[in-house]
């Protein structure tokens, strides 16, 4: 199939996602979500043993006769020359799900930063981490349409991965232009029109994008619970930060806040959750992503912004996890 096959069909694909009723979408995401959370619980009860949910091999197999997205987990004898035959058999949003399920068996979300406005703007921006390995995904509105400079297989709808281990780059974003599949170039196509509109939701592949998206916010802020140890604080999904303001001509009673604060300590919740409740203030808290969230690895292009390694984007995330998200209420 040739690049401009490759696009039309992709586009073909973009309009029918686009022509689906609203009550057609809905079936069609309540479907996608059962089967989705039925293959997860497949997936786990594999992965728990050490075995593989694709190919049903152990984890630790290699076997370069059977290309497998288990691979990326860096079995003996997998080299990057090995990659692009994984890809040959698994779309990009077939292999992130995958990776996805498995950074959630590590921890809940924190492993999966798809933050936007930690990004550059792309269709496709998202870093996954598991253990000492490193996954980043990439794929602009460039990327999708084809481009010049890179080569033939530039010109064609792609994608870009990198790949690290134990913090050095083991695949590198510029050493292949992915062949997206019809799925996937319809499916970019529809996010592309609609910009904003369109969310990419993973059964079993919760990741910081959705714990910090604007309709889960408030009962992010209900739901947290204040970390015990430093340790806990470090490894948190989530940092809060309060600021209260009395209404005018109002004060603040410090005793209503100790008391406030103690409630909160017996009942193992944030102090925020509890201030949310005080009368005749304007409370403002920021919620910014914790400092154990995986550092998001952007590849240059779109807004210009530093690049940097490993350990220069964890500074700059530190940074960037400022950036507010807030949420105010008047009481």
Same mark, same amino acid.
């Given at each position: 199939?040739?690049?401009?096959?490759?696009?039309?069909?992709?586009?073909?694909?973009?309009?029918?996602?686009?022509?689906?009723?609203?009550?057609?979408?809905?079936?069609?995401?309540?479907?996608?979500?059962?089967?989705?959370?039925?293959?997860?619980?497949?997936?786990?009860?594999?992965?728990?043993?050490?075995?593989?949910?694709?190919?049903?091999?152990?984890?630790?197999?290699?076997?370069?006769?059977?290309?497998?997205?288990?691979?990326?987990?860096?079995?003996?004898?997998?080299?990057?020359?090995?990659?692009?035959?994984?890809?040959?058999?698994?779309?990009?949003?077939?292999?992130?799900?995958?990776?996805? *399920?498995?950074? &959630?068996?590590?921890?809940? %979300?924190?492993?999966?930063?798809?933050?936007?406005?930690?990004?550059?703007?792309?269709?496709?921006?998202?870093?996954?981490?598991?253990?000492?390995?490193? *996954?980043?995904?990439?794929?602009?509105?460039?990327?999708?349409?084809?481009?010049?400079?890179?080569?033939?297989?530039?010109?064609?709808?792609?994608?870009?991965?990198?790949?690290?281990?134990?913090?050095?780059?083991?695949?590198?974003?510029?050493?292949?232009?992915?062949?997206?599949?019809?799925?996937?170039?319809?499916?970019?196509?529809?996010?592309? &029109? &609609?910009?904003?509109?369109?969310?990419?939701?993973?059964?079993?592949?919760?990741?910081?994008?959705?714990?910090?998206?604007?309709?889960?916010?408030?009962?992010?802020?209900?739901?947290?619970?204040?970390?015990?140890?430093?340790?806990? %604080?470090?490894?948190?999904?989530?940092?809060?930060?309060?600021?209260?303001?009395?209404?005018?001509?109002?004060?603040? &009673?410090?005793?209503?806040?100790?008391?406030?604060?103690?409630?909160?300590?017996?009942?193992?919740?944030?102090?925020?959750?509890?201030?949310?409740?005080?009368?005749?203030?304007?409370?403002?808290?920021?919620?910014?992503?914790?400092?154990?969230?995986?550092?998001?690895?952007?590849?240059?292009?779109?807004?210009?912004?530093?690049?940097?390694?490993?350990?220069?984007?964890?500074?700059?995330?530190? *940074?960037?996890?400022?950036?507010?998200?807030?949420?105010?209420?008047?009481?």
């Amino acid at each position: 199939m040739n690049d401009d096959e490759i696009r039309q069909r992709g586009l073909e694909y973009a309009k029918y996602l686009a022509a689906r009723s609203p009550e057609e979408q809905q079936h069609f995401n309540e479907r996608a979500r059962r089967q989705g959370e039925e293959e997860h619980r497949a997936f786990r009860e594999k992965f728990q043993a050490g075995q593989c949910w694709v190919c049903g091999e152990a984890l630790s197999a290699f076997n370069p006769t059977k290309p497998c997205p288990h691979w990326l987990l860096k079995p003996s004898g997998f080299g990057k020359e090995h990659f692009e035959l994984i890809t040959q058999k698994c779309s990009l949003i077939r292999l992130e799900h995958y990776l996805r *399920w498995i950074a &959630n068996e590590e921890a809940f %979300a924190k492993n999966i930063n798809d933050l936007a406005d930690e990004g550059s703007g792309k269709l496709v921006e998202l870093t996954i981490k598991y253990k000492n390995l490193q *996954w980043s995904f990439s794929c602009s509105a460039s990327d999708l349409s084809g481009h010049d400079g890179g080569g033939e297989h530039s010109k064609r709808p792609h994608w870009h991965f990198q790949m690290y281990v134990d913090d050095m780059p083991f695949i590198r974003y510029n050493d292949f232009h992915l062949a997206l599949s019809d799925e996937d170039a319809g499916l970019l196509e529809h996010i592309r &029109n &609609n910009s904003g509109k369109v969310r990419r939701r993973f059964a079993g592949g919760t990741s910081m994008g959705d714990v910090l998206n604007t309709s889960t916010l408030e009962q992010v802020v209900a739901m947290g619970r204040s970390a015990a140890k430093e340790d806990e %604080a470090k490894a948190a999904l989530i940092e809060l930060s309060t600021m209260i303001v009395a209404d005018p001509g109002k004060t603040i &009673n410090g005793e209503d806040i100790y008391n406030l604060i103690q409630a909160a300590k017996a009942e193992n919740v944030t102090v925020t959750s509890k201030l949310r409740g005080l009368q005749g203030v304007s409370v403002t808290t920021v919620v910014s992503p914790g400092t154990g969230v995986v550092a998001k690895a952007v590849r240059s292009g779109g807004r210009k912004r530093q690049r940097g390694d490993p350990l220069k984007a964890q500074v700059d995330r530190e *940074w960037r996890e400022r950036l507010k998200r807030q949420i105010d209420r008047a009481d």
